[in-house]
């Protein structure tokens, strides 16, 4: 019987195109992996996925080749490109945790040539000179807001109250502020984002694409060397835009998040999906079986399949055969967090400032609101003068207080996630909210699935509302 091994190739031993190539060979050779990995050379590596990868499309194997790309003082904005990639991990400078100074952010090259650009710094510093002056007043109010817990040392609760002083003003960093980004990807995934990032069409965006491109050639020389601009995506985003002006002018939302899709069957459709699993029938057969099951029945096997999970234990995989779409308002700062959840579908409209801005009930406590409305008011307007002249690029004067609609289409699996995650009480209250709404929505129509979500503890989207804020559009202050 031959021994079981389990081992490392060394990313210091070997290349990333080195180790794809002594993964993909295993198909054809009966030589352990380091074996293959010690005959190859750079040349024959790249030579393999010349003829394989490239040559027949044999795509899957670059997964194999993963890099670990850093970026640092990119614009937020252009951070919302570079995050799109589903199949990457990141992680990323926090307003949460870091105070940023005065001279953190960018002026980008659409602006910088323009007649706008000294309007453009002036209207980003106001929004910075208004998150400092803001941090001391609304300390003071987070304060009176948190007292102390009995067993809260003195540092770590001078820190909860700095979190949520920042929490609050970061409302007023516009997209132009600059943030430092960790990512690690296989070359397969950076091929398309580059693809993605070479078309997009912020100039910035392109210009960290070139960029990277080129530091990541120097490991995976073959592998990215034919990322280029994609027509299809130019293209195709054009013509989208020109039938999209044909809609009728639309209302603006008065709920955060509206479920605007669901399945009515779901709890039948889970049951003969997790049956499926341990039964040799059709799934049309497992599924008119649930449905003739009795309630009690029913509520049983869910039972059987969600109940007794630990905070820390990952539900049935069936959860994603239940799927729900939300059309949602959000402000800039919230989505900033919630677009992390890209095992979800999202369509985010453009920035603009249709939806009006979020005006945080801390800043209004702190005698500081005034000052707040006419930093991000000055911010919005001067978007709506450059809009024309500039285009995608007058989104960077946008702070994260203006409010932003996105489509989220989600499984049950990931909203059950998400909802337990961003719904608890160490987050920020504008994620929460929208967190709480979604479990709050799901549980009206199927409340026996929301049940098993560990959300019912709690506070609720209209206690995190009426606590921490609320929306101001055109000058009339509403409740989330």
Not at 424 to 431: D, E, I, L, M
């Amino acid at each position: 019987m031959r021994a079981r091994r389990i081992y490392l190739l060394d990313p210091r031993r070997y290349r990333p195109e080195v180790i794809a190539v002594a993964f993909a060979k295993t198909s054809r050779s009966p030589e352990p992996f380091d074996v293959i990995a010690e005959s190859l050379s750079d040349e024959t590596a790249s030579q393999f996925h010349e003829k394989w990868v490239i040559g027949y499309g044999h795509a899957s194997v670059a997964e194999h080749a993963v890099l670990h790309i850093a970026f640092e003082n990119i614009s937020r904005l252009a951070a919302e490109a570079i995050e799109g990639v589903r199949l990457a991990s990141f992680t990323e400078k926090s307003t949460r945790f870091q105070i940023l100074d005065r001279e953190s952010f960018y002026v980008p090259p659409e602006i910088a040539a323009s007649s706008f650009r000294d309007a453009y710094q002036a209207a980003v510093e106001q929004l910075f000179e208004t998150y400092h002056a803001a941090m001391e007043p609304v300390g003071r109010v987070v304060e009176a807001w948190f007292p102390r817990r009995p067993e809260e040392g003195e540092k770590t609760y001078r820190t909860r109250l700095r979190i949520r002083a920042m929490d609050v003003c970061r409302y007023l960093l516009p997209t132009a502020t600059l943030t430092n980004i960790g990512m690690t990807v296989n070359a397969r995934a950076l091929e398309h984002g580059l693809r993605k990032w070479l078309s997009h069409p912020l100039a910035e965006v392109r210009e960290i694409a070139r960029a990277v491109k080129a530091v990541a050639l120097q490991e995976v020389p073959t592998l990215l060397k034919y990322a280029e601009p994609n027509a299809y995506l130019q293209n195709s985003a054009a013509r989208l835009q020109g039938w999209a002006m044909a809609l009728p002018e639309d209302s603006i939302p008065s709920d955060g998040v509206r479920l605007v899709s669901w399945d009515p069957d779901a709890e039948v459709r889970l049951i003969a999906a997790c049956l499926y699993r341990f039964r040799a029938v059709s799934f049309e057969t497992a599924l008119a079986w649930a449905r003739e099951l009795r309630p009690e029945d029913r509520r049983r096997i869910l039972e059987d399949a969600l109940g007794g999970r630990s905070p820390f234990d990952v539900p049935v995989r069936e959860l994603e055969h239940i799927v729900y779409t939300f059309d949602c308002l959000m402000d800039e700062g919230a989505y900033y967090d919630l677009k992390r959840h890209r095992m979800m579908t999202q369509t985010p409209q453009a920035l603009t400032t249709a939806y009006g801005y979020a005006v945080p009930r801390a800043m209004e406590e702190a005698g500081v609101g005034a000052r707040y409305r006419a930093a991000v008011e000055a911010a919005m307007a001067l978007w709506e003068a450059m809009r024309p002249a500039v285009g995608e690029a007058a989104a960077y004067v946008l702070p994260n207080a203006v409010y932003r609609r996105v489509l989220m289409t989600m499984n049950l699996r990931e909203a059950y996630h998400l909802c337990r995650l961003r719904g608890g009480p160490n987050g920020h209250f504008a994620y929460r909210y929208i967190a709480m709404r979604i479990y709050e929505a799901i549980r009206a129509v199927h409340p026996t699935l929301a049940a098993y979500m560990g959300c019912e503890d709690y506070p609720s989207s209209a206690e995190i509302a009426a606590r921490f804020g609320g929306v101001m559009r055109r000058g009339e202050v509403q409740t989330v």
